[in-house]
């Protein structure tokens, strides 16, 4: 759509995603907040205040990742962690434990005893109530130089197959996976393959913090889906405080149409959380002090702010669309229009002034605004407003 705005400026908005018609399943718009840790039945308290916190500030499903001992439990542990997400008002997917495609490049592998435990471990979630499953696996267990021809995707597509059949039974459960250091033909191809609910990548964390490349990959990742009746699905760290950068990068990916799993990725001190321990100790989402220690005031606002906006907006299912040729705009500023809001990402070293006809929501880093209503938009900051009212042009001529 072109836009007449005058001798000077005529605005170009080209649509690359079309809003979902009509009513959509839940997990098309979901706010998922992923807990990094394997938990294991000493952490099951801290993980229902956990559960809780994540509600409280817009999050609507958890993905949690139980320890291998809590499928084999007799009791009703497993059952106890769903019931913590559910009362608190969230859906829950669970990771599968990652010894389940630990191996599948190997030249010798007991895959009989990987359906096995794929089958057991999928009735356990189902049993007790989950709302999905999920799958982890890095990029390189499955094309990397160590594996042997197509032996690791053909075993991980049969995997998948199995879990989905298990997980569509009488009661379906949707099946999610995260393979980590895809590329854009790898997972082009996954979903072509694997026909997962949510694929989700983190693929505008990877590339530069450049206007041009973001609006690049934003634009790859969503024909890519698109094409397949997919979903998109971000998989977005939670930033660092001190990183401006980082900050910008979390609220453009949560103004995009899809899913979001956000993950908090290190520790209240700074440094990288592991994954693979069967503590939650010390992670920066069980710190003990949620809204100051582990996030910082100004950067849990930014959070809840953008999350009750993406809901009410409804920015996971509404059209997006890149918009060029505005006046205002300079070189490594890119704006795209979602729903009722537009967003500015400002990767130049000078500031952006955005007309006053624009009233700000949220911001990035804090922004100041002139005497004339405009609004600046610093350097390496994105914020986000209410899209001003279109007025397209009006025809010349009658076909």
């Given at each position: 759509?072109?836009?007449?705005?005058?001798?000077?400026?005529?605005?170009?908005?080209?649509?690359?995603?079309?809003?979902?018609?009509?009513?959509?399943?839940?997990?098309?718009?979901?706010?998922?907040?992923?807990?990094?840790?394997?938990?294991?039945?000493?952490?099951?308290?801290?993980?229902?205040?956990?559960?809780?916190?994540?509600?409280?500030?817009?999050?609507?499903?958890?993905?949690?990742?139980?320890?291998?001992?809590?499928?084999?439990?007799?009791?009703?542990?497993?059952?106890?962690?769903?019931?913590?997400?559910?009362?608190?008002?969230?859906?829950?997917?669970?990771?599968?434990?990652?010894?389940?495609?630990?191996?599948?490049?190997?030249?010798?592998?007991?895959?009989?005893?990987?359906?096995?435990?794929?089958?057991?471990?999928?009735?356990?979630?189902?049993?007790?109530?989950?709302?999905?499953?999920?799958?982890?696996?890095?990029?390189?267990?499955?094309?990397?130089?160590?594996?042997?021809?197509?032996?690791?995707?053909?075993?991980?597509?049969?995997?998948?197959?199995?879990?989905?059949?298990?997980?569509?039974?009488?009661?379906?459960?949707?099946?999610?996976?995260?393979?980590?250091?895809?590329?854009t033909d790898?997972?082009r191809s996954?979903?072509?393959?694997?026909?997962?609910?949510?694929?989700?990548?983190?693929?505008?964390?990877?590339?530069?913090?450049?206007?041009?490349?973001?609006?690049g990959m934003?634009?790859?990742?969503?024909?890519?889906?698109?094409?397949?009746?997919?979903?998109?699905?971000?998989?977005?760290?939670?930033?660092?405080?001190?990183?401006?950068?980082?900050?910008?990068?979390?609220?453009?990916?949560?103004?995009?149409?899809?899913?979001?799993?956000?993950?908090?990725?290190?520790?209240?001190?700074?440094?990288?959380?592991?994954?693979?321990?069967?503590?939650?100790?010390?992670?920066?989402?069980?710190?003990?002090?949620?809204?100051?220690?582990?996030?910082?005031?100004?950067?849990?606002?930014?959070?809840?702010?953008?999350?009750?906006?993406?809901?009410?907006?409804?920015?996971?299912?509404?059209?997006?669309?890149?918009?060029?040729?505005?006046?205002?705009?300079?070189?490594?500023?890119?704006?795209?229009?979602?729903?009722?809001?537009?967003?500015?990402?400002?990767?130049?070293?000078?500031?952006?002034?955005?007309?006053?006809?624009?009233?700000?929501?949220?911001?990035?880093?804090?922004?100041?605004?002139?005497?004339?209503?405009?609004?600046?938009?610093?350097?390496?900051?994105?914020?986000?407003?209410?899209?001003?009212?279109?007025?397209?042009?009006?025809?010349?001529?009658?076909?």
């Amino acid at each position: 759509m072109v836009e007449q705005r005058g001798a000077k400026e005529s605005v170009r908005t080209t649509l690359v995603h079309r809003a979902t018609r009509g009513p959509a399943p839940w997990w098309h718009s979901s706010r998922v907040f992923v807990v990094p840790q394997v938990i294991s039945e000493h952490t099951m308290k801290e993980v229902a205040d956990l559960c809780s916190w994540a509600v409280s500030i817009g999050f609507d499903a958890l993905l949690l990742s139980p320890a291998f001992s809590l499928f084999t439990q007799a009791s009703d542990t497993l059952r106890v962690l769903l019931d913590h997400g559910h009362e608190a008002g969230a859906r829950v997917i669970l990771r599968l434990p990652d010894r389940l495609c630990a191996g599948l490049g190997a030249s010798e592998s007991d895959d009989e005893a990987r359906r096995a435990a794929a089958r057991f471990l999928v009735r356990g979630a189902v049993e007790a109530g989950a709302d999905g499953v999920d799958l982890r696996v890095h990029a390189d267990d499955l094309h990397g130089p160590f594996t042997q021809a197509r032996i690791a995707p053909q075993r991980f597509s049969e995997l998948v197959r199995l879990v989905e059949a298990e997980a569509l039974g009488d009661v379906a459960l949707i099946v999610t996976a995260h393979i980590e250091g895809a590329c854009t033909d790898a997972l082009r191809s996954h979903l072509e393959e694997e026909w997962f609910h949510h694929l989700h990548w983190d693929a505008l964390q990877s590339v530069p913090f450049d206007s041009k490349t973001l609006a690049g990959m934003l634009c790859e990742s969503l024909d890519v889906h698109d094409r397949l009746g997919a979903v998109t699905a971000w998989s977005v760290p939670l930033p660092r405080q001190e990183s401006t950068e980082e900050i910008a990068r979390f609220l453009h990916a949560l103004s995009l149409p899809g899913v979001v799993y956000v993950c908090p990725s290190f520790s209240s001190s700074g440094s990288v959380a592991g994954g693979g321990g069967e503590t939650l100790r010390g992670s920066v989402a069980l710190s003990g002090n949620y809204s100051e220690s582990a996030f910082g005031c100004s950067e849990l606002t930014i959070l809840k702010r953008a999350l009750e906006i993406r809901e009410f907006g409804k920015l996971a299912t509404a059209s997006l669309g890149i918009v060029e040729g505005l006046a205002w705009s300079h070189e490594g500023v890119c704006v795209h229009v979602n729903g009722p809001i537009m967003v500015v990402v400002n990767t130049s070293a000078s500031s952006v002034a955005v007309p006053h006809t624009a009233s700000l929501l949220v911001s990035s880093t804090p922004v100041q605004i002139r005497a004339d209503g405009w609004t600046l938009v610093p350097s390496r900051a994105c914020a986000w407003f209410q899209a001003p009212r279109v007025r397209p042009v009006a025809p010349h001529f009658w076909d």
